[in-house]
């Protein structure tokens, strides 16, 4: 009777071991590429003026990847142009390409200066981008998968002569 009881106790210990192990070790998703489509003014006012930021996604993974929420941050020229999380929710097909976009608003009286200075400069020219930020996957037991790219992109004349109004 003693024996059995142990016997137990020893199969549960390594059952929840084992449950424990994997929960912690998480599954291994190989890193999706990440990199600045476009920026857009969406909306100028005299305080703050809302971009919209469109980025592509490729899944290298075999599985689909099923984004809950992306945190990013976002250098342009080497200004802190943006960061947040956003909470969007889109699936990047398994061996694919995707894409989402995120709507920053910027406060005008805190960045005018360097900002104003880039939307102008990039008309002419590349300007340089840095992007990091996480991917929180919604597959049981994954970690959160980081994404860094580097990278230039030209901004539209006519999107900033015109805006986009909401």
Same mark, same amino acid.
């Given at each position: 009777?003693?024996?059995?009881?142990?016997?137990?106790?020893?199969?549960?210990?390594?059952?929840?071991?084992? &449950?424990a192990g994997c929960a912690s070790t998480g599954i291994t998703v190989e890193k999706p590429g990440v990199s600045l489509r476009n920026v857009e003014v969406a909306k100028i006012d005299l305080d703050h003026q809302t971009f919209v930021l469109d980025f592509d996604v490729i899944n290298p993974n075999p599985f689909p990847l099923p984004i809950r929420s992306v945190s990013y941050g976002v250098e342009l020229d080497g200004f802190r142009f943006a960061s947040g999380e956003t909470l969007g929710e889109f699936t990047v097909p398994a061996n694919s390409d995707s894409h989402f976009e995120i709507t920053v608003d910027v406060d005008l009286m805190r960045t005018a200066p360097q900002l104003m200075f880039i939307v102008?400069?990039?008309?002419?020219?590349?300007?340089?981008?840095?992007?990091?930020?996480?991917?929180?996957?919604?597959?049981?037991? &994954?970690?959160?998968?980081?994404?860094?790219?580097?990278?230039?992109?030209?901004?539209? &004349?006519?999107?900033? &002569?015109?805006?986009?109004?909401?």
């Open positions: 009777m003693m024996e059995t009881t142990r016997l137990r106790k020893f199969t549960l210990g390594a059952v929840a071991c084992f &449950a102008r400069d990039g008309i002419h020219r590349d300007i340089p981008y840095a992007l990091e930020g996480r991917f929180a996957i919604d597959v049981p037991f &994954a970690n959160p998968v980081s994404f860094r790219n580097e990278g230039s992109i030209r901004l539209n &004349a006519g999107e900033l &002569a015109a805006g986009r109004s909401d």
